[in-house]
């Protein structure tokens, strides 16, 4: 692994409960970003319909990934809804020193782990406009069991929970208006200004309300 010092690029987290769109927030910003780059994280889950290998994750057995585990291969590591998830620390530190800035699509908890390690990555998280919009959203993608949503939507106010952790928040309601913010947000870390922070006190509370219920 290289030392800090030689490195150009700069590091950045994004984080958001499922359905609240940071994915498509990432891949539209890829095609018009040629500095920025996204990780491709290691996962044990099983490929779905569309995903390429090396493009959006590295298939991993288990036991190979409990291997790269214990041989400290990854700059952070997480299980999610029963699969393991794990960031390399060479594909990471071979971008960043090549120059371009890097972006990992993670957990709260896989961000928290970065910034430990990384104190100056800048982190993103991602809010949907509402409770009602994370579940249309989710049934809308089509990928999942009517369980398998009730389930990502009830661990939704956990992830929530995790927003005041995080440098920015971005509430993706209009997309475009979305993109723009986590652009500007990556153009001031690259020129050293200051990005103003959004007040989401309000929403989050009515996000976080009633936890019982996430409908």
Same mark, same amino acid.
């Given at each position: 692994m290289s030392s800090k010092s030689q490195r150009s690029g700069r590091l950045f987290v994004i984080s &958001?409960?499922?359905? &609240?769109?940071?994915?498509?927030?990432?891949? #539209?910003? /890829?095609e018009t970003d040629r500095k920025l780059v996204s990780s491709v994280s290691h996962t044990t889950r099983p490929k779905r319909q569309g995903e390429k290998e090396g493009k959006h994750y590295y298939f991993t057995a288990r036991a190979d990934f /409990? #291997?790269?585990? =214990?041989?400290? #291969?990854?700059l952070e590591h997480a299980s999610v809804f029963g $699969?393991?998830?794990?960031?390399? *620390?060479? =594909? *990471? +530190? @071979? $971008?960043? @020193?090549n120059g371009l800035d890097v972006i990992l699509e993670i957990d709260w908890q896989g961000a928290r782990k970065v910034r430990e390690k990384e104190p100056a990555t800048t982190s993103i998280f991602v809010l949907p406009p509402s409770r009602i919009a994370l579940v249309e959203r989710l049934?809308?993608?089509?990928? +999942?069991?009517?369980?398998? %949503?009730q389930?990502?939507?009830?661990? &939704? *106010?956990?992830? %929530?929970? $995790?927003?005041d952790e995080f440098d920015h928040v971005l509430v993706n309601d209009n997309f475009d208006e979305a993109l723009?913010? /986590? @652009?500007?947000i990556i153009s001031s870390v690259r020129n050293g200004t200051i990005f103003p922070k959004s007040n989401v006190s309000d929403l989050t509370a009515r996000l976080l309300s009633d936890k019982s219920r996430f409908e």
């Open positions: &958001a409960p499922s359905g &609240a769109g940071k994915t498509s927030l990432v891949n #539209a910003l /890829l /409990l #291997a790269l585990k =214990s041989k400290s #291969a990854f $699969h393991l998830y794990g960031t390399s *620390v060479e =594909s *990471v +530190d @071979t $971008h960043l @020193t049934r809308c993608r089509g990928e +999942d069991s009517p369980e398998e %949503i389930r990502r939507t009830n661990l &939704a *106010v956990e992830e %929530i929970s $995790h927003f723009l913010g /986590l @652009t500007n």
